[in-house]
């Protein structure tokens, strides 16, 4: 048989039986022939067509015989093939539509005489409502059962649906509605009643952190009122054997002077009789036994001191210990094992901190002094930078940032860099630390005197940028864990570790927010201050060599600076180089600082040294401060010109005197402006600044483009450069990748927990999507749910890259400081992904349980929970790029346009070639196929030319449903790997 074009009437080419010289009975439709008696067919050559004239009559039923070919062909499973029946009014052969030949009344209508798809041969198939076992018989469906057409036997209903007699299908919106409910209410109960879970094992972690420091503290008092009443019964003692000394030391004299007169007259008398001490009188043996019953007691009395000294937890009543003593006693291999130990060890150790700190007179000079000195005092690996003749110049602009800074930060001491707006002192500090990207750097740094990148350190370098970016979704102490776990080094115990996390709690004052979430623009959380000190903390929890602050006291009252630069300087008491920025500082804080740069306008220096000295070194300049003024506000009015010094230069001439001060170059551009300043009076010096402008020439547009292009590349080679290339030189084995990606794990599990509201939402949005587009979807047998499965791929997609864009786009800010400082930034992209998993895996499950509710298609709810599953997984990654690549409101503009134009593309009947293959490597048209395949697949039988014209029609291939589903994943995967890239190369300027 060979296929003619459908629209010249025919569906098949006649064959010898049938021609124009040769037209039997059995050409007709319904009717066929036989071959001849003596006549034998090869049916293995399809090649050879035999002669089939004879015996026609009509199609036996279950039987169909096309027009023109003499042949009777069985009819497949699900159809129903009777014989037809004329109906005398139309000429029609019911149920089928041809009519009688004209001019043979001897023929009558015989069997089916066609098959093809439902839309021409709707006839042949089983109806609905009945079920056919065999294509001669038909059976209407009983009550609680339905028959879909062309079934072959009846499916039972499931309960709680309506199924009258003659069924066509099952209604089972009642189970979507109660889904709709019970789903609806579940979610609201998590949207309001979730942060419960959280807030309960806070309150038991709260509950084990209390008694532990009231333990602590009890102990503590405990420990002080044993060695005062220690010390009393020492100087009782001493007294008391003092005392004793004394009177045994006069009786003894007076009993000697008595012996000795007793023993001259007896030697007068007798002069061989021996020396004897059994003359000594009774009283002087009386005395002897109470001294000895004296020191015995005393003797008794400090041997129990020892022993509860060297045992205290062995005597009732006396119950204290040390760090040591509790590491010492804990199980071998259980040092976290119970939080309450753990708790117990750190506030114990935080309780020796304060009595040291208090018997240091609290860190005044001589405490200071001996603190320092305190070889109990644990130091941290030195840090020094030095730098000489520093310049910065930004490459975009050609604008100088820094100019000849030269100088070193030491360790130990805390260094306050000051200066007014614009005089660089956010870039010095940058510069320090190695993040100055997009500038041309000249002059030298040198760590401990090495010509080495400060990044080689960053392991044990502390950075705190000047905004506080913090996690807000966090509570202050998580925020504090997740910096100690994911940067401290591996070799430290879980106790240790909590005794950092405690003792910089407690330093900062964050007692009482411990457990509050930093909060965010939109839900509000710890004050201003208190976010600051968290921001600081940070940084101070994995004990750093070097910390680097960016105006830490900003924002600020009084009491929260102290309070802040008394743990700053108990971090310089360990070795620690710190240095920050400043912005006016009060003279108490001013009082604090070791080390003082003074920044002019231009980043060139005004004074490097002590900051006790800077009174001194511009008293010589001849300004002078004036009484009751801040000095520090009062040197930076003057850097300002806001007020003009009592002395015989101006604040232009400040740099080039510092650099004369101690012998450095002056370049040739500071020296003209001095020699125009010292020459010129008070009124040219006025207009001087005016004529000394100098007339650049501006560079064309096109110049400025390539600028722009040039200095972009420039600096994301830097950013890869430093990213790559710098070798670990700070000696700490911080955790690797997958300890990080476990810590990361948790946080973002806790962070999702949190904000579960906004889950909740999305949920309920894809149910009620899920709903509407199950009630208006069309998934018809003809086209096997081509139009409704396209709805469902523009909404899955829209809804699910909207949701994925979260994020990213959310917390760029955390990761560029989290990354920068050392963090993986692959544990980070895995742990997101990770999460991101869990919303792939319910988001089909919500919506599929409406939408399969109110269709209720062929294919199983299996296959369409797979291939939504693998469209997730891949929008999802689509949407990581989105997020990393663009701005928030871009990202949702591309998230929400390409699903629509892509499927909207897809569904479209294409002409060219080219729009053809462009519109084969789009997503929606592998999720498509996929899901019409996963429909199709439930048809066969009668449906098979149906299925088979379908899939044609829409370029579909039924073998190809896992190779969609491996492009969905791969597609994912691709650009995951695409997004992490631009992770790690595009940041923030």
């Known amino acids: 048989m060979i296929l003619q074009d459908p629209g010249s009437g025919s569906f098949l080419k006649l064959n010898k039986n049938c021609n124009l010289t040769s037209w039997s009975p059995g050409c007709e439709p319904g009717w066929a022939c036989s071959v001849g008696p003596e006549q034998s067919v090869d049916l293995s050559n399809s090649q050879l067509f035999p002669s089939r004239m004879h015996d026609c009559r009509a199609c036996c039923e279950g039987f169909f015989c096309p027009q023109g070919l003499t042949c009777m062909i069985p009819c497949p499973l699900g159809s129903y093939c009777p014989n037809a029946k004329l109906n005398r009014t139309t000429g029609v052969c019911e149920p089928y539509l041809y009519q009688l030949p004209p001019g043979r009344p001897n023929h009558t209508c015989g069997g089916a005489n066609i098959w093809a798809d439902v839309g021409r041969s709707k006839e042949m198939f089983c109806p609905d409502g009945s079920f056919c076992p065999s ?127 007793l023993n001259l007259s007896e030697l007068e008398t007798d002069d061989d009789l021996p020396y004897s001490h059994s003359h000594i009188p009774t009283t002087s043996s009386t005395s002897s036994v109470h001294i000895e019953e004296r020191n015995n007691n005393q003797t008794d009395l400090m041997g129990i001191i020892h022993e509860i000294e060297k045992d205290p937890d062995g005597h009732e009543g006396f119950h204290f210990e040390s760090g040591e003593g509790f590491e010492k006693h804990m199980p071998k291999g259980k040092h976290s094992s119970t939080h309450s130990q753990m708790f117990r060890y750190a506030y114990v150790q935080l309780e020796k901190e304060k009595a040291q700190q208090q018997q240091n007179n609290n860190l005044t000079f001589s405490g200071v002094i001996k603190m320092a000195t305190d070889p109990e ?128 709690i407690e330093f900062l004052g964050l007692q009482t927010v411990r457990n509050s979430l930093v909060g965010t623009v939109e839900k509000r959380g710890i004050s201003g201050g208190q976010r600051k000190r968290v921001n600081v903390g940070l940084e101070m929890v994995i004990e750093p060599s070097i910390l680097l602050l960016d105006e830490p006291t900003s924002g600020l009252d009084s009491s929260s600076s102290q309070l802040l630069l008394r743990a700053l300087r108990r971090e ?90 101690n012998g450095y170059p002056v370049p040739a551009d500071l020296q003209q402006n001095s020699a125009r300043h010292a020459s010129s009076s008070a009124s040219t010096r006025t207009h001087g600044t005016r004529n000394s402008v100098l007339v650049e020439r501006q560079p064309s547009l096109a110049g400025e483009l390539w600028q722009g292009m040039r200095s972009n590349v420039e600096e994301h080679h830097d950013k890869l450069r430093m990213h790559f290339k710098t070798k670990d030189l700070s000696h700490r084995s911080t955790p690797g990748i997958l300890k990080q990606y476990r810590y990361f794990l948790g946080r973002i599990g806790k962070q999702r927990l949190r904000d579960s509201k906004i889950q909740v939402i999305d949920y309920l949005i894809l149910l009620l999507a899920g709903a509407c587009l199950g009630s208006i979807s069309d998934v018809s047998d003809q086209s096997f749910g081509v139009s409704g499965y396209a709805f469902t791929i523009i909404a899955v997609s829209l809804l699910g890259k909207i949701a ?62 797979v291939v939504l599953l693998c469209l997730l997984y891949c929008v999802t990654g689509i949407a990581y790029a989105l997020a990393i690549l663009f701005q928030p409101g871009a990202a ?55 299925r088979c014209g379908a899939l044609n029609k829409s370029g579909f291939d039924l073998h190809d449903w896992g190779l969609c589903l491996l492009l969905l994943m791969v597609t994912g995967v691709i650009f995951r790997v695409f997004s992490y890239v631009c992770m790690l190369i595009f940041r923030r300027k």
């Open 572 to 661: 310089a008491l360990e070795g620690v180089t710190i240095c920050m920025v400043v912005h006016q500082p009060s003279y108490t804080l001013f009082k604090m600082f070791d080390d003082l740069v003074l920044l002019a306008k231009g980043g060139f220096t005004v004074y490097h040294g002590p900051a006790k000295r800077v009174e001194e070194y511009f008293a010589g300049l001849g300004i002078n401060v004036p009484e009751r003024v801040n000095p520090p506000d009062h040197f930076i009015d003057i850097l300002e010109g806001i007020v003009t010094p009592n002395a015989d230069v101006s604040y232009e001439e400040l740099p080039v005197r510092w650099l004369l001060h």
């Open 377 to 504: 005092n644990k130091r941290r690996p030195p840090i020094e930078v030095s730098f000489k003749d520093l310049n910065l110049t930004l490459k975009a602009k050609n604008k100088h940032l820094l100019r000849c800074v030269t100088g070193n930060i030491k360790p130990g001491r805390i260094t306050a860099v000051m200066g007014p707006s614009g005089a660089g002192k956010t870039t010095f500090l940058s510069a320090l630390a190695g993040k100055a990207i997009g500038c041309k750097t000249t002059g030298s740094i040198l760590i401990n005197g090495k010509n080495e990148s400060i990044l080689s350190y960053k392991r044990i370098m502390g950075f705190v940028p000047q905004d506080d970016i913090v996690h807000g979704n966090l509570t202050v102490e998580e925020n504090l864990w997740f910096s100690a776990n994911c940067r401290l080094s591996v070799e430290l115990s879980k106790a240790d570790k909590v005794l950092i996390v405690e003792r910089v």
């Open 892 to 946: 949702q503009l591309w998230s929400a346009i390409l699903p629509v134009v892509l499927t909207l593309f897809i569904t479209r009947t294409q002409t060219s070639s080219a729009l053809k293959n462009l519109s084969n490597i789009c997503y929606p048209k592998w999720a498509l196929e996929a899901l019409v395949i996963a429909n199709a697949e439930r048809y066969d039988g009668v449906w098979l030319m149906t």
């Open 135 to 261: 294509s001669t018989e038909q059976i209407p469906c009983e009550s609680g059962h339905y028959c879909r057409m062309g079934s072959t036997s009846q499916n039972r209903c499931f309960k709680l649906t309506s199924c009258d007699g003659s069924a066509t299908n099952q209604d089972i919106h009642a189970y979507g509605v109660m889904l709709l409910v019970a789903l609806s209410t579940v979610l609201l109960i998590i949207y309001n009643f979730f942060d419960q879970i959280l807030a309960a094992r806070e309150r038991r972690l709260a509950k084990s952190r209390e008694a532990a420091a009231k333990s602590a503290k009890a102990t503590a008092k405990a420990q002080q009122r044993w060695k005062a009443a220690k010390d009393a019964a020492k100087k009782h003692a001493t007294g008391l054997q003092v005392q004793l000394s004394r009177k045994f030391s006069r009786v003894k004299n007076s009993n000697t002077e008595k012996h000795e007169i």
């Open 804 to 865: 994925a864009l979260r994020t990213f786009s959310l917390d760029k800010l955390e990761y560029w400081r989290e990354s920068s400082s050392g963090m993986s930034s692959l544990a980070y992209f895995l742990a997101k992904d990770t999460v991101d998993h869990f919303n792939t895996a319910i988001k089909p499950l919500m919506y599929l349980s409406m939408f399969y509710s109110f269709t209720n298609p062929r294919s199983s709810f299996t296959n369409h929970y």
